[in-house]
């Protein structure tokens, strides 16, 4: 027997969602920081056994929009509400509740399989867990509980098996060789705007979006060129920095990780655009792969 579904992962923002997918796939596909917000899309991490595969997806943290661009995030997470076979819904230690009350109703209403997952339990002491466990099971009755920490990777193997047991008999929708939906520059994008999340501070990191124009693969070494787009003339300035120094850093670092990942020598060139407004315009957010209205 043959088994495969979708496994769908949503929660509030920082919670660690990326980070539990990234273990479960035993790559760095998404990227992770401190900062809520970092993922932007909705992301396939597929893992293929020889009678299994689980195609989970990582979905943005769940906000109230207040821009074009969050909209469409918001699109992706709903749209991981449809096709799900089984749910996952991260809650992390100190967290009270999802914001969005039409979210949580369709969580708590769900007809497939919900794993309600309380996450970084490393940082609660056993009173907390007590406390926080008894909460949420209340809260969401209808799911199966399990506190995990996604970076310690505790309870995630058994989170894991469960996933295997509850998803339907059928054949592999993807390849068996294929790790994730999403082409290679995307992940050149994802790389650079990591850094970016880490190195600038307050507005910069939500005004940029990152756009790969050159993907060019040689024998021993793959070429990339791609264009870091703000909002306003005054970001571009932040962005490059003194003499260059701060964009020097952003590449140097997205490089370093992009050779992991590709496994092979990276040249990365980076330049600055204002590209006006970019987050409120329809065009050019489907042009990024936002708006899929
Ligand atoms: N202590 C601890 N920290 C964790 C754990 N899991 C994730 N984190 C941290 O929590 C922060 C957010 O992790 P992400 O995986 O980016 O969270 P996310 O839910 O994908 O966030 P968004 O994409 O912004 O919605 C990072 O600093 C992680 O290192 C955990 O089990 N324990
Ligand atoms: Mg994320």
Same mark, same amino acid.
């Given at each position: ?22 273990a479960f796939i035993g790559e760095k596909l998404s990227i992770i920081t401190s900062k809520a917000q970092t993922t932007r899309h909705r992301i396939l991490g597929i893992v293929n056994g020889e009678d299994f595969q689980v195609i ?10 207040a821009y074009e661009l969050q909209e469409s995030m918001m699109d992706f997470v709903k749209s991981a509400f449809e096709d799900a076979d089984v749910l996952i819904y991260m809650v992390e230690i100190g967290e009270k509740e999802l =914001?969005? %009350?039409? !979210? &949580? ?9 919900? /794993?309600?997952?309380?996450?970084? +339990? ?59 939906? =999403?082409? %290679?520059? !995307? &992940? ?9 999340? /880490?190195?600038?501070?307050?507005? +910069? ?89």
């Open positions: 027997m043959h088994k495969a579904g979708f496994v769908n992962i949503i929660g509030n923002p920082n919670v660690g969602k990326s980070t539990l997918m990234n989970l997806s990582d979905t943005p943290g769940i906000i109230k929009p =914001k969005d %009350e039409a !979210f &949580f109703k369709k969580i708590t209403n769900s007809k497939i399989p919900v /794993l309600l997952l309380l996450n970084k +339990i490393d940082t609660s002491n056993q009173q907390q867990l007590e406390e926080q466990s008894e909460l949420w099971q209340k809260k969401v009755p209808n799911a199966e509980f399990f506190p995990i920490s996604a970076t310690e990777g505790f309870n995630v193997q058994n989170v894991f098996n469960r996933i295997i047991e509850l998803l339907p008999e059928s054949p592999a929708f993807y390849p068996k060789d294929q790790l994730t939906d =999403k082409p %290679e520059r !995307f &992940f050149v994008n994802e790389a650079i705007r990591e850094k970016i999340l /880490l190195h600038y501070k307050k507005e +910069i990191p939500y005004a940029v979006e990152v756009d790969t124009e050159e993907f060019f693969e040689e024998e021993n070494i793959i070429r990339m060129r791609s264009v870091i787009m703000v909002e306003r003339e005054t970001q571009k300035g932040i962005i490059i920095g003194h003499k260059g120094s701060a964009l020097k850093r952003v590449g140097v670092e997205a490089r370093k990780d992009l050779e992991k990942f590709f496994g092979k020598q990276v040249h990365l060139e980076l330049y600055v655009k204002v590209n006006k407004n970019w987050r409120s315009n329809q065009n050019q957010l489907r042009r990024f792969g936002y708006n899929q209205r």
